[in-house]
């Protein structure tokens, strides 16, 4: 084969190359989450990070998660307790025990205990109301969650600084 032929077929073979594992960054590319800090099992993406203000904080400060305005609130329990706590709108939790609204951090919202659910260990809590829809009149049901936010660790900071790896069995 003459040498410019077999030179024109390599450069077409790494030009090839370049543009498949291009594509298949691309298709493995997924938001970030957040992570269970015990486990590493996905709880939340970033995006579904939401304010939720409660009259019921001891206080409450800002923070930038995955590029998100996060509202953190610290709450205190009947223990007593206190948890920085920050809300999404669903993450992937097993929740433990029946509803309660007793001493609910957020008033007309019964709570139940969410845990990490491969590990088992508690994460935060889901919070549910029935509320009137503003557009439809109708009861619909809302929920959302309340994380602890030194439960967590986000997948951003987890690959780029500490390189552990997502652990999955
Ligand atoms: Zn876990």
């Given at each position: 084969m003459?040498f410019?032929?077999?030179?024109?077929?390599?450069?077409?073979?790494?030009?090839?190359?370049?543009?498949?594992?291009?594509t298949?960054?691309?298709?493995?590319?997924?938001?970030p989450?957040?992570?269970?800090r015990?486990?590493?099992?996905?709880?939340?993406?970033?995006?579904?990070?939401?304010?939720?203000?409660?009259s019921?904080?001891?206080?409450?400060?800002?923070?930038?998660v995955?590029?998100?305005?996060?509202?953190?609130?610290?709450?205190?329990?009947?223990?007593?307790?206190?948890?920085?706590?920050?809300?999404?709108?669903?993450?992937?939790?097993?929740?433990s025990?029946?509803?309660?609204?007793?001493?609910?951090?957020?008033p007309?919202?019964?709570?139940?205990?969410?845990?990490?659910?491969?590990?088992?260990?508690?994460?935060?809590?889901?919070f549910e109301?029935?509320?009137?829809?503003s557009?439809s009149?109708?009861?619909?049901?809302?929920?959302?969650?309340?994380?602890?936010?030194?439960?967590l660790l986000?997948?951003?900071?987890?690959?780029?600084?500490?390189?552990?790896?997502?652990l999955?069995?």
């Amino acid at each position: 084969m003459p040498f410019r032929i077999w030179i024109l077929l390599l450069l077409t073979h790494q030009l090839v190359s370049t543009v498949y594992s291009a594509t298949q960054c691309q298709s493995h590319k997924h938001e970030p989450h957040l992570l269970c800090r015990m486990c590493g099992h996905e709880i939340a993406k970033g995006s579904s990070i939401i304010r939720k203000k409660s009259s019921m904080a001891l206080s409450s400060f800002n923070l930038t998660v995955m590029n998100n305005d996060c509202l953190v609130q610290l709450f205190e329990n009947g223990v007593p307790e206190q948890f920085d706590v920050f809300t999404v709108t669903q993450a992937d939790l097993a929740l433990s025990g029946k509803p309660t609204t007793a001493l609910s951090w957020f008033p007309g919202y019964a709570w139940t205990a969410a845990l990490c659910p491969k590990c088992g260990v508690h994460l935060g809590w889901r919070f549910e109301a029935n509320v009137i829809d503003s557009r439809s009149g109708r009861v619909v049901k809302d929920s959302f969650d309340g994380l602890v936010l030194d439960f967590l660790l986000s997948e951003e900071y987890s690959n780029s600084l500490t390189k552990v790896p997502k652990l999955s069995w």
